[in-house]
């Protein structure tokens, strides 16, 4: 990538096309490993001025009555390796489990599947079957009880830009401390969250901070690029959410009482908002959601965003081009390379405030 790094976000009100949300990243900012204590990465506060704060600075943001959203979703072994019946390899990477045999996934293999395909995970005499494809995704199905084969044979599904085995230290890090096992169906980490360790929670807590969580288990689309380059031509695929009674009634008064709402990380802001958009209030609800995000959004419920730094011309550098406006995220970013912030999943955060509508 080339240092000078150019960030040509849109200078009209804001751009709806694609090529404007690109930038030129050094390949040695972008994260392969965690950092060594959770905790003690960078957070770029952004602002009327960026400052560059230590995560653990987020004590002295957050205020007594803040309200923080997290995304309690767990990371499960997503990734299995499988043998054609003439010895080919497969790849598959479980998006969705439908059921205790049934899941769809992302297949890759030198010849694509077609239906009723059969292969077996290796080292196994387990058998998969090709029910459909569709699109990207192909719906399988085991011979044996799902959660029994990903336990064995499963391999946890780092990002694609890791590009390693994961160690033993990813199968720890790459969860959040608050992931709750009975919401183990995500392919991809909430990285914002990966930042909190139990004692900084803990301090969160004393100072009087409200802790709401939410799940939204995130699908493989999350690093989907945008193809179209007419943003509002691309289609998000759909992920399920689940608002309860309890962090609705967190939200709802927090609301009510004009306490900052602080989101950790895009998924636990996507859940909100798109339950918002869909009532026009907040209420509890277990459903699916595929809201795309983009400038131009109306964001009804949070205040504060935080989250690391995103992959370019993805929905996700969208979401926060529409939360702080396209010069602050351009501002940012370009900040951020200067000063050698790391990027990604396993990278540094941002702290991002709503921009105000004029």
Do not use: W
């Not at 360790?197 to 995130?218: P, Q, W």
């Amino acid at each position: 990538g080339c240092e000078s790094s150019s960030l040509s976000f849109g200078t009209t009100l804001y751009s709806l096309k694609i090529k404007d949300y690109n930038f030129d990243l050094p390949e040695k900012l972008i994260a392969k490993e965690p950092i060594k204590k959770r905790g003690s990465s960078r957070l770029l506060v952004v602002g009327e001025s960026l400052i560059d704060n230590s995560f653990s600075d987020i004590l002295n943001i957050l205020n007594q009555g803040d309200l923080l959203i997290v995304n309690d979703t767990k990371v499960f072994k997503a990734r299995l390796n499988a043998l054609k019946p003439s010895g080919g390899k497969v790849e598959i990477l479980i998006e969705r489990k439908i059921d205790k045999f049934n899941a769809l996934a992302m297949t890759k293999s030198n010849r694509p599947l077609k239906d009723n395909d059969i292969f077996y995970i290796a080292d196994s005499q387990i058998l998969v079957k090709v029910i459909k494809k569709q699109e990207y995704i192909c719906h399988i199905q085991f011979s044996e009880n799902i959660e029994e084969v990903i336990e064995k044979f499963g391999s946890l599904p780092l990002p694609p830009y890791i590009n390693r085995v994961p160690n033993k230290g990813d199968y720890e890090r790459y969860q959040t401390v608050y992931a709750n096992q009975k919401n183990e169906r995500s392919t991809a980490a909430p990285t914002a969250g990966l930042h909190f360790d139990n004692s900084l929670i803990e301090k969160i807590k004393k100072k009087g901070v409200n802790l709401a969580s939410i799940t939204l288990d995130i699908g493989l689309g999350t690093f989907k690029p945008v193809t179209e380059n007419d943003v509002t031509q691309h289609k998000m695929h759909s992920e399920k959410i689940l608002l309860s009674d309890d962090a609705s009634e967190l939200i709802n008064s927090a609301i009510q009482s004009k306490s900052r709402i602080i989101s950790v990380g895009t998924t636990s802001l996507r859940c909100v908002e798109a339950i918002h958009k869909k009532f026009g209030e907040i209420r509890p609800y277990e459903g699916e959601t595929d809201i795309f995000i983009y400038p131009g959004f109306e964001f009804k419920v949070v205040d504060t965003l935080i989250t690391n730094f995103h992959l370019p011309k993805t929905t996700l550098l969208l979401l926060v081009s529409a939360f702080a406006g396209e010069d602050q995220i351009k501002t940012a970013y370009q900040h951020a390379i200067k000063e050698e912030y790391m990027f990604f999943s396993y990278g540094d955060a941002m702290l991002l405030n709503k921009k105000s509508r004029i």
